[in-house]
């Protein structure tokens, strides 16, 4: 569960150039629950996935995570039950290190201890098998060093990477967006897989309406930082591209914002309509 109560968040407070990147956010996220969050550039999306992960305290405002109250919890101490995936899949992993070595420090995020030396046996049957369920043939690749993956294979890694512990919340950005249509295919499926099977509590921003819709249970539409479309249940489930399109526009010319034709032209890309490959 993920509350937000009032939330206000400025860049550049005071200054010429400040701008007001979250607006009284309220929003309210249920256990397990999957959430696909679009919107046009700037709209804030990803400064809301930022204060939940603690990157930026809000100026207002409170973030309780599962009934805690962690507004003022820095970034290193959420990391132990906040989990993330961000677009570039330089971000997520340490490509010097190898597979082992990456889901290791993944297994130990968020504790005080140091490094270990080697992984026993046991804990490297539990890596094979968790890799083994990407379906990307990673699990023979346990010592191979995380550089020489391809983008998809090292962004699945990424996202077994934030998942293995059964984070109470899964933050991802555009996760995505960086791959080439087949790998972001694989990678969608997978995030799929892994949020449904481990019931995860899950933000998931995409510039890809279509795979807003697709995948999990609700969506959120932002709008210069703002929520201006929260739909879920019946309403969401025909909802059709075209629609979500015809919504914002409505939505706006009630709002009387400035004209953004971006996400109208982001419609037209979907990653997740050509068939998965590795
Ligand atoms: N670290 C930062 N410093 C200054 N301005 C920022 C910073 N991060 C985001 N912004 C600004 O805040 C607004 C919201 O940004 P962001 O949340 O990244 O948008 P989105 O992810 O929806 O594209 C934008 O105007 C952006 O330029
Ligand atoms: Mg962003």
């Known amino acids: 569960m993920i509350e937000l109560q009032g939330i206000q968040k400025y860049f550049n407070r005071g200054e010429p150039h400040e701008v007001h990147a979250l607006r009284n956010i309220n929003l309210q996220i249920a256990h397990g629950e999957f959430v696909t969050v679009i919107g046009s550039n700037g709209a804030g999306k990803s400064t809301i996935l930022n204060i939940i992960a603690g990157v930026y305290a809000p ?3 409170k973030v309780e995570i599962d009934g805690r109250d962690v507004t003022r ?17 330089l971000d ?24 270990q030396r080697g992984v026993g046996r046991q804990r490297r049957n539990q890596f094979r098998e968790a890799l083994a369920s990407l379906g990307l043939g990673l699990e023979d690749r346990l010592d191979a060093r995380v550089r020489l993956l391809s983008g998809g294979q090292r962004q699945a890694l990424t996202l077994l990477m934030a998942t293995l512990r059964r984070p ?18 694989k990678v969608a499926e997978l995030t799929a897989t892994i949020v449904e099977r481990d019931r ?17 249970t609700r969506t959120l539409m932002m709008h ?11 309403e969401r489930r025909n909802l059709t591209v075209q629609d979500l399109i015809a919504r914002f526009a409505a939505v ?5 914002v400035i004209a953004d034709d971006e996400l109208l032209l982001t419609g037209a890309t979907s990653e997740n309509q050509h068939p998965p490959t590795t």
Not at 93 to 115: D, H, K, Y
Not at 200 to 216: I, R, S
Not at 224 to 234: E, F, K, T, V
């Open 59 to 61: 100026d207002d405002g």
């Open 73 to 89: 919890l820095p970034e290193y101490r959420r990391a132990a039950f906040v989990g993330r995936v961000f677009q570039n899949p």
């Open 92 to 115: 997520g992993t340490a490509g010097s290190m190898t597979v082992e070595q990456n889901l290791a420090l993944a297994l130990r995020r968020g504790e005080r201890r140091g490094l």
């Open 168 to 185: 109470d919340v899964l933050l991802l950005d555009e996760h995505t967006a960086a791959l080439d249509p087949g790998a972001a295919a």
């Open 200 to 216: 995860l509590t899950t933000l998931m921003v995409t510039h890809n309406m279509q795979q807003a819709l697709a995948l999990g």
């Open 224 to 234: 210069q930082g703002q929520i201006i479309l929260d739909i879920s249940g019946p």
């Open 252 to 256: 706006r010319k009630d709002k009387e």
